[in-house]
């Protein structure tokens, strides 16, 4: 195995003996490219250094006495995909000796190229390894294509691959139709995994078709594809996780909770998940099933590298909304004493303090606390949606009403934060806030006379396609708005009369005269506007479609 060492591996477990081990194994393939890591954190400090070709990760990363003192290899394996340590080709071999199904069935779901039962002989882990790497190497042309951001080249090139190398086909059509629905090629990916189950019926693809379809809306056959797929293979946990999604985008939020309650008890360790279940529970206000997930996300989180303060506020929130004062006011104490200081851990800290002091009936430090959550806000980073709109329900409750238009004003601008203006104004008429929610209209009306007047003087000067980016920009926010739908569609038609027909451009300005003709059929630029479409339609001889 001369030709594998140039391959870097890095060795995560506790136990020196078997790091010795498995270092003496892989001398025997020459790699001697190695590195090791006696714990997940250490192992995180090592994969933001530099990349390794191969980790081979103990399970159990504890202190060998059963005492957890750090992530397990599963939740290690899930903060590296998920925060993006790894790229798609590292190899990540779980070795384990553990006899508890359900962690090990944990560990399987997070997709590791492989996992190894303890004790196994030198031959066996190479015979793993040589397996992966020849593998890998099928593959690692497209990978890198992705990588440079080339992923339409990649596309064709896997498709290209499925008929050069019939050994992996397969997996070169599974890898096509993830990248389709990477890119939004939803109706393409969709296509791709039922070609997959044409010829191979495979979880994994009716997994991907499910994903496909849901993400197309189709929640109904996206729920049937799941339900039929966990009757055959009821292990297949990604499958529960995704059907959770798919009741509640159906409004049944029971069901969802069900379901991942029925996922959490096959496989109990997956932090997203339980968070995920914590969340619907509360929702559907079962508190007694959200405090016991949220403790469990807090706890297992424990010993990340990527603690996340808001698990803290969603577990004091929900022993708030149980009356539990005395545990609320340990687990702040809790997050005070664990968590680094910074933007983030301060805004939480902040948010779950006024939660507490007006649960106690003190309004006056609960106002404080949130004014200073709303200040340090601005500092803060990667803080979720979620959390920030529920600072705008607590500042209402406590009376702090220009601090809650102020922050849901911000939301609103923020194109990452996916509120729209039409949200922000329900955010407040769901409070009985009519006030606040026709001060949000006023403020919202004023935005969207500058875009038009920003767009309108982009058209005067000759810059179309700025215009129409303008406007469209405007519309993500307010896709219903029935002043920048028409100014859309006007500035579209003007590009497309003035600098020639875009076949995806025409589509869209077909779009939005739809969505006004179902919000205001007797709108007076309707008419006007869909007869433009058509005379620009037959200036370009495009076929018109009823």
């Known amino acids: 195995m001369a030709e594998y060492s140039d391959l870097s591996v890095l060795i995560v477990d506790p136990n020196p003996g078997m790091r010795g081990n498995l270092h003496n194994m892989l001398s025997q393939a020459s790699i001697t490219k190695i590195d090791y890591a006696v714990s997940s954190g250490t192992a995180i400090r090592q994969l933001t250094k530099k990349p390794f070709d191969i980790i081979l990760c103990e399970y159990d990363l504890g202190n060998g006495s059963g005492e957890a003192n750090g992530q397990d290899g599963q939740q290690l394996l899930e903060d590296l995909r998920h925060h993006k340590l790894i790229t798609p080709w590292t190899i990540f071999i779980m070795l384990t000796s553990e006899g508890e199904y359900g962690k090990v069935i944990g560990a399987a779901e997070l997709t590791p190229t492989d996992y190894v039962l303890k004790p196994f002989t030198v031959d066996a882990l190479l ?53 389709l629905f990477s890119i939004d090629e939803l109706a393409e990916a969709e296509t791709a995994y039922l070609w997959i189950l044409m ?40 499958a529960y996780d995704l059907l959770a999604r798919c009741h509640q985008a159906l409004g049944q939020q029971e069901a969802a909770k ?10 109990p360790h997956m932090v997203r998940r339980l968070r995920h279940l914590g969340d619907v529970a509360f929702e559907t206000g079962d508190v007694g099933v959200a405090e016991k997930a949220f403790k469990q996300v807090v706890a297992k989180a424990k010993y990340s590298e990527f603690r996340d303060p808001e698990d803290h506020v969603k577990l004091v929130k929900t022993l708030v909304k149980k009356g539990d004062a005395h545990q609320a006011s340990g687990v702040i104490r809790d997050m005070e004493r664990s968590l680094r200081s910074g933007p983030n851990v301060d805004v939480c800290r902040a948010i779950a303090a006024g939660l507490l002091q007006e649960m106690t009936g003190n309004l006056t430090a609960a106002a404080t606390e949130l004014t200073n959550a709303v200040n340090a806000v601005a500092g803060s980073r990667g803080l979720s949606t979620g959390l920030k709109v529920g600072l705008v329900h607590s500042c209402l409750a406590v009376k702090l009403d220009q601090q809650a238009s102020d922050l849901m004003l911000n939301l609103m601008n923020d194109t990452d934060s996916g509120v729209s203006m039409d949200d922000a104004v329900q955010v407040f008429e ?113 076929s018109a479609v009823a």
């Not at 008929?163 to 992996?168: G, I, M, N, W």
């Not at 069900?258 to 496989?267: G, Q, R």
């Not at 949000?440 to 920003?454: N, S």
């Not at 002043?483 to 038609?493: N, T």
Request: with cysteine.
């Open 127 to 179: 015979q793993r390894l040589q397996r992966a790497v020849d593998r890998r190497a099928s593959f690692l042309p497209i990978y890198q294509l992705v990588e440079m951001g080339n992923v339409r080249r990649a596309i064709t090139e896997a498709k290209a691959a499925e008929e050069k190398t019939p050994r992996y086909a397969v997996d070169f059509a599974r890898l096509r139709a993830e990248l």
């Open 430 to 542: 769901k409070a009985g806030r009519h006030d606040l929610a026709q001060g949000m209209g006023e403020q919202i009306k004023i935005q969207v006379d500058e875009l038009i007047a920003h767009a309108s003087e982009q058209r005067s000067h000759g810059d179309l396609r700025a215009a129409v980016d303008t406007l469209s920009a405007g519309l993500r926010k307010a896709p219903g708005n029935m002043a920048l739908l028409p100014a859309a569609a006007s500035a579209i038609l003007k590009q497309l009369d003035d600098l020639g027909w875009e076949a995806p451009l025409a589509e869209h300005c077909q779009f939005l005269l739809e969505r006004m003709r179902r919000l205001d059929p007797a709108h007076p630029s309707l008419e006007t506007l869909t007869a433009q479409y058509n005379h620009t339609q037959r200036k370009y001889g495009i």
């Open 258 to 267: 069900k379901i991942l309650e029925d996922a959490v008890a096959i496989s």
């Open 199 to 238: 010829t191979r019926p495979v979880a994994w693809a009716h997994l991907g078709l499910a994903r496909c379809r849901f993400g197309l809306q189709k929640h109904l056959e996206a729920q049937e594809t799941l339900s039929l797929l966990l009757e055959q293979n009821p292990r297949y946990m990604a």
